[in-house]
């Protein structure tokens, strides 16, 4: 399952060596819906090797700003603290698995 990430979590995530990705979303944007039960299914295969959250963008807008969230869904791919790469919009799945072994 996807972790929730906010404002009580965020900072200690994306502190460790980890890969941190986090889909930014919003419960009225329907690419956000369509992109979630995807988001569930890798954060499964890859328990334990990275951590798949989701962060609402309309309950962390702080969040969102650090990142410069204009578009939702957007993937943000973290590890050590640095921003690896960002995908906006819709993602197949052999894309999204590839950009997370890339940088695990």
Not at 29 to 37: N, R
Not at 46 to 73: H, L, Q, S, W
């Amino acid at each position: 399952m996807a972790l929730n990430i906010d404002n009580s979590n965020f900072d200690t995530l994306v502190a460790g060596d980890k890969l941190v990705v986090i889909d930014f979303w919003a419960q009225w944007c329907g690419p956000c819906l369509a992109l979630s039960p995807l988001i569930e299914e890798v954060a499964a295969e890859y328990e334990g090797k990275a951590i798949i959250g989701k962060c609402d963008t309309d309950t962390n807008n702080d969040i969102a700003m650090k990142f410069g969230v204009r578009n939702i869904p957007m993937l943000v791919f973290l590890k050590g603290g640095e921003v690896k790469d960002i995908h906006v919009g819709l993602i197949k799945k052999p894309e999204l698995t590839a950009k997370i072994e890339k940088f695990l």
